[in-house]
C-alpha cells in the first residue's frame, strides 16, 4: 500500500478548513434571502401598478372634462363614466381640481 505524500496528505485538512470558513462566512440564510427579496419585489411590482392605475384613472379625469366640460363630481361618477369600481377608502379624490392619488396603505 502506498503511502500519500505530504502535499496530499495536508490538502484535505486544508480544504477541510477552507470550506467551513467559507461555510462560517455565510451568516445569512438563503431561503430568508430569498424570501426577502421576493416580498420586495412583490410591494414594488404593486406600487408600480399603483402608479399605473393613477395615471390611467387620470387620463379617464381629463377624458371625462373633455366630454363633460367639467371634472366628475366623485368617484362615483368617474366609476360610471370608466367601468372601473373604485373606493372612496383607495383614492383621494378633489373634484374642484380633478386630481386623484393613492391613498398611504
Known amino acids: 500500500m502506498k503511502k ?3 502535499w496530499k496528505a495536508g490538502i484535505i485538512p486544508l480544504l477541510s478548513l477552507l470550506f467551513l470558513a467559507v461555510l462560517s462566512s455565510c451568516q445569512e440564510n438563503p431561503v430568508e434571502q430569498y424570501g ?3 416580498v ?8 408600480f401598478g399603483n402608479t399605473t392605475t393613477v395615471y390611467n384613472l387620470r387620463q379617464a379625469i381629463n377624458g ?5 366640460g367639467r371634472y ?3 368617484l362615483r361618477e368617474l366609476s360610471d363614466f ?3 369600481p373604485l373606493s372612496e377608502e383607495d383614492y383621494d379624490y ?3 381640481t380633478g386630481t386623484i392619488s393613492q391613498k398611504e396603505q
Open 40 to 47: 420586495k419585489t412583490y410591494k414594488e411590482t404593486q406600487k
Open 94 to 96: 378633489d373634484p374642484a
Open 36 to 38: 426577502e427579496k421576493t
Open 64 to 68: 371625462f372634462q373633455a366630454a363633460e
Open 4 to 6: 500519500a505524500g505530504p
Open 82 to 84: 370608466t367601468g372601473i
Open 72 to 74: 366628475p363630481r366623485d
